[in-house]
């Protein structure tokens, strides 16, 4: 009876090895020829375009613009936008820089500046700049609520697990 059972418990030990071995050479087989879908992902970029710029205001010290741009997800996978970092230019001067959402750090929990982006699906985020009046800005500074200036916008972006990417986009 000793042997018989000897013989059952190296039959098992026989079969967890033929199965591990499988499963590992079907793992590292499959992982090394196909890259995973984080891998695929970070391959593609958001497409981030300026699509209006609206002076709410303008006086003599100040004007306040309300700018807005269309981000779509080219990828299969739903993303978390941190944030956007963009220096806004008019007729090629520029008027501004501005933050939209945060640069998350570490594991925290979201403060609600972040936004979800589902793939295909545009999303719309606006901003407002308020810009003050001063010789950099002179030679704009009447056009402004006359629908004459050429917007143009370069600037980053941060998605959780990518590295910061950089965009530009216009518009008339």
Same mark, same amino acid.
Request: glycine share 8%.
């Given at each position: 009876m000793?042997? @018989?059972?000897? #013989? ?24 090394? $020829?196909?890259?995973?879908?984080t /891998? /695929? ?24 613009? %309300? ?12 993303? #978390? $936008? ?13 008027? &501004?820089?501005?933050?939209? @959402?945060?640069?998350? %750090? @570490?594991? #925290?929990? &979201? ?13 719309? $985020? ?7 009046r ?22 980053r ?5 990518? /590295? %910061? ?8």
């Open positions: 000793g042997i @018989g059972r000897n #013989v059952i418990i190296a039959g098992i030990i026989a079969v967890a090895a033929i199965v591990g071995a499988f499963v590992v050479t079907t793992y590292f087989t499959s992982s090394s $020829l196909q890259p995973s879908t /891998q /695929q992902v970070m391959k593609q970029e958001l497409s981030i375009k300026l699509v209006n710029v609206l002076v709410k205001s303008v006086d003599d010290r100040k004007a306040l613009l %309300e700018i807005s741009f269309s981000i779509v997800n080219p990828t299969s996978s739903t993303l #978390v $936008l941190e944030a956007i970092n963009y220096t806004l230019y008019a007729n090629n001067v520029r008027v &501004g820089e501005s933050i939209i @959402g945060e640069r998350l %750090e @570490g594991i #925290v929990t &979201g403060t609600g500046k972040t936004q979800y982006l589902l793939p295909n699906n545009p999303l719309i $985020l606006k901003d407002t700049m308020q810009i003050n001063s010789r950099a800005v002179e030679g704009i500074w009447d056009k402004l609520d006359s629908n004459s200036i050429v917007w143009s916008v370069d600037g972006y941060s998605v959780t697990g990518w /590295q %910061e990417k950089e965009f530009k986009s216009s518009m008339q």
